[in-house]
Protein backbone atom coordinates (compact mmCIF):
# COMPACT_ATOMS: atom_id res chain seq x y z
CA UNK A 1 0.00 0.00 0.00
CA UNK A 2 1.19 3.86 -0.51
CA UNK A 3 0.47 6.83 0.88
CA UNK A 4 1.66 9.06 -1.87
CA UNK A 5 3.17 11.98 0.03
CA UNK A 6 6.68 12.80 -0.37
CA UNK A 7 7.07 12.73 3.65
CA UNK A 8 4.57 8.81 3.69
CA UNK A 9 5.16 5.48 3.27
CA UNK A 10 5.06 2.41 1.85
CA UNK A 11 3.97 -0.86 3.10
CA UNK A 12 4.76 -4.50 1.72
CA UNK A 13 2.95 -7.03 3.47
CA UNK A 14 4.29 -10.60 1.82
CA UNK A 15 2.52 -13.89 1.56
CA UNK A 16 3.99 -15.17 4.95
CA UNK A 17 2.28 -12.16 6.54
CA UNK A 18 5.81 -9.88 7.25
CA UNK A 19 5.63 -6.14 6.77
CA UNK A 20 8.34 -3.93 5.88
CA UNK A 21 7.98 0.18 5.55
CA UNK A 22 10.08 2.65 3.80
CA UNK A 23 9.80 5.84 3.92
CA UNK A 24 9.10 7.63 0.30
CA UNK A 25 11.19 10.72 1.26
CA UNK A 26 14.42 8.09 1.50
CA UNK A 27 13.46 7.28 -2.75
CA UNK A 28 15.37 9.95 -3.61
CA UNK A 29 14.21 10.33 -7.68
CA UNK A 30 12.38 8.84 -10.05
CA UNK A 31 14.87 6.07 -10.77
CA UNK A 32 14.56 5.38 -7.37
CA UNK A 33 11.03 4.61 -7.21
CA UNK A 34 11.20 2.69 -10.46
CA UNK A 35 13.89 0.34 -9.10
CA UNK A 36 11.84 -0.27 -5.58
CA UNK A 37 9.03 -1.42 -7.86
CA UNK A 38 10.55 -3.86 -9.45
CA UNK A 39 12.31 -5.80 -6.86
CA UNK A 40 8.94 -5.55 -4.67
CA UNK A 41 7.30 -7.40 -7.85
CA UNK A 42 10.55 -9.96 -8.04
CA UNK A 43 10.00 -10.83 -4.27
CA UNK A 44 5.96 -10.99 -4.20
CA UNK A 45 4.08 -13.96 -6.00
CA UNK A 46 1.09 -11.97 -6.70
CA UNK A 47 1.91 -7.86 -6.11
CA UNK A 48 -0.98 -5.81 -6.15
CA UNK A 49 -0.66 -2.27 -4.85
CA UNK A 50 -3.14 0.20 -3.10
CA UNK A 51 -2.41 3.99 -3.44
CA UNK A 52 -4.42 6.47 -1.91
CA UNK A 53 -6.14 8.76 -4.60
CA UNK A 54 -5.16 12.38 -4.44
CA UNK A 55 -7.63 14.88 -4.42
CA UNK A 56 -8.57 18.45 -3.78
CA UNK A 57 -12.00 19.67 -2.02
CA UNK A 58 -12.93 23.39 -1.63
CA UNK A 59 -13.19 22.74 2.22
CA UNK A 60 -9.20 22.19 1.75
CA UNK A 61 -9.18 26.06 0.86
CA UNK A 62 -10.83 27.66 3.80
CA UNK A 63 -9.62 30.77 5.89
CA UNK A 64 -11.21 34.19 6.57
CA UNK A 65 -11.31 36.87 3.76
CA UNK A 66 -8.17 38.04 4.53
CA UNK A 67 -6.23 34.94 4.89
CA UNK A 68 -8.06 32.84 1.88
CA UNK A 69 -5.69 34.26 -1.01
CA UNK A 70 -2.83 33.85 0.51
CA UNK A 71 -3.51 30.19 2.05
CA UNK A 72 -4.96 29.12 -1.47
CA UNK A 73 -2.22 29.85 -3.25
CA UNK A 74 0.23 27.48 -0.55
CA UNK A 75 -1.79 25.25 -0.53
CA UNK A 76 -2.79 25.18 -4.23
CA UNK A 77 1.12 24.93 -4.64
CA UNK A 78 1.76 21.73 -2.04
CA UNK A 79 -1.14 20.24 -3.95
CA UNK A 80 0.84 20.93 -7.11
CA UNK A 81 4.00 19.44 -5.49
CA UNK A 82 2.00 16.08 -4.41
CA UNK A 83 0.22 15.79 -7.52
CA UNK A 84 3.49 16.06 -10.07
CA UNK A 85 4.76 12.95 -7.09
CA UNK A 86 1.68 11.33 -7.54
CA UNK A 87 2.31 11.26 -10.94
CA UNK A 88 5.55 9.98 -10.69
CA UNK A 89 4.50 7.14 -8.43
CA UNK A 90 2.17 5.92 -11.04
CA UNK A 91 4.28 6.02 -14.25
CA UNK A 92 6.77 4.07 -11.74
CA UNK A 93 4.23 1.17 -10.85
CA UNK A 94 3.10 0.91 -14.59
CA UNK A 95 6.84 0.86 -15.67
CA UNK A 96 7.11 -1.68 -12.98
CA UNK A 97 3.83 -3.78 -14.91
CA UNK A 98 2.54 -4.28 -11.10
CA UNK A 99 -1.32 -4.04 -11.24
CA UNK A 100 -2.87 -1.11 -8.78
CA UNK A 101 -5.57 0.00 -7.59
CA UNK A 102 -6.09 4.14 -6.42
CA UNK A 103 -8.29 4.40 -3.75
CA UNK A 104 -10.58 7.39 -2.42
CA UNK A 105 -9.27 8.63 1.44
CA UNK A 106 -12.65 8.61 2.13
CA UNK A 107 -13.43 5.00 0.83
CA UNK A 108 -10.85 3.20 3.07
CA UNK A 109 -11.86 5.68 5.36
CA UNK A 110 -15.31 4.79 5.72
CA UNK A 111 -14.75 0.76 5.31
CA UNK A 112 -13.09 1.15 8.35
CA UNK A 113 -15.42 3.11 9.76
CA UNK A 114 -13.03 5.79 11.09
CA UNK A 115 -13.47 8.29 8.88
CA UNK A 116 -14.95 12.20 10.94
CA UNK A 117 -16.01 14.94 8.69
CA UNK A 118 -14.31 18.07 8.89
CA UNK A 119 -11.79 16.72 11.36
CA UNK A 120 -8.49 18.94 11.79
CA UNK A 121 -5.73 17.16 10.12
CA UNK A 122 -3.09 16.82 13.37
CA UNK A 123 -6.28 15.15 15.28
CA UNK A 124 -6.60 12.86 12.41
CA UNK A 125 -3.14 11.86 11.95
CA UNK A 126 -2.83 10.99 15.65
CA UNK A 127 -6.07 9.28 15.87
CA UNK A 128 -4.92 6.97 12.65
CA UNK A 129 -1.52 6.36 14.29
CA UNK A 130 -3.10 5.09 17.34
CA UNK A 131 -5.65 3.30 15.50
CA UNK A 132 -2.83 1.83 13.55
CA UNK A 133 -1.17 0.46 16.65
CA UNK A 134 -3.73 -1.21 18.07
CA UNK A 135 -4.58 -3.05 14.65
CA UNK A 136 -0.87 -4.04 13.72
CA UNK A 137 0.59 -4.73 17.45
CA UNK A 138 4.40 -5.04 17.11
CA UNK A 139 4.69 -3.06 13.79
CA UNK A 140 6.61 0.40 14.35
CA UNK A 141 3.97 2.92 13.57
CA UNK A 142 4.97 6.34 13.45
CA UNK A 143 3.30 9.56 11.56
CA UNK A 144 4.68 8.55 8.04
CA UNK A 145 3.55 5.35 8.02
CA UNK A 146 0.46 5.08 9.80
CA UNK A 147 -2.16 5.91 6.78
CA UNK A 148 -0.49 3.10 4.67
CA UNK A 149 -0.86 0.72 7.47
CA UNK A 150 -4.66 1.36 7.40
CA UNK A 151 -4.91 1.34 3.68
CA UNK A 152 -3.70 -2.33 4.49
CA UNK A 153 -6.70 -3.74 6.35
CA UNK A 154 -8.65 -1.71 3.92
CA UNK A 155 -7.17 -4.19 1.19
CA UNK A 156 -7.33 -7.07 3.42
CA UNK A 157 -11.46 -6.70 3.68
CA UNK A 158 -11.37 -5.76 -0.04
CA UNK A 159 -9.35 -9.04 -1.12
CA UNK A 160 -11.80 -11.18 1.11
CA UNK A 161 -15.24 -9.85 0.89
CA UNK A 162 -15.21 -8.09 -2.21
CA UNK A 163 -13.85 -9.38 -4.99
CA UNK A 164 -15.84 -7.80 -7.93
CA UNK A 165 -14.82 -4.64 -6.49
CA UNK A 166 -11.53 -5.52 -6.78
CA UNK A 167 -11.36 -6.52 -10.20
CA UNK A 168 -13.83 -3.71 -11.24
CA UNK A 169 -10.78 -0.97 -10.09
CA UNK A 170 -7.79 -2.48 -10.74
CA UNK A 171 -5.58 -1.35 -13.77
CA UNK A 172 -3.64 -3.69 -14.88
CA UNK A 173 -0.10 -3.26 -16.53
CA UNK A 174 0.30 -3.69 -20.28
CA UNK A 175 2.44 -6.08 -21.07
CA UNK A 176 4.27 -5.60 -23.95
CA UNK A 177 7.14 -4.70 -24.31
CA UNK A 178 7.89 -1.36 -26.57
CA UNK A 179 11.08 -0.10 -28.37
CA UNK A 180 11.32 3.27 -28.89
CA UNK A 181 14.24 4.88 -30.79
Request: proline share 4%; hydrophobic share 35%.
Amino acid sequence: TIDPGKSNGVIVKYHNGKYESWSIKKMCDFEDLVDFFKLQKEQCKLPLIFIERITTFQADYKGNDTDKKNQYIGRAFQMDKLKRHYSELISAIKLSKIPYIQVMPSSWQKLLRIHIPNEETKIRKNRFKDIAKNDFPGQKIVGWNADAFLLIEFARMKLKYDQRWIHKNMIKPKLKERTLF
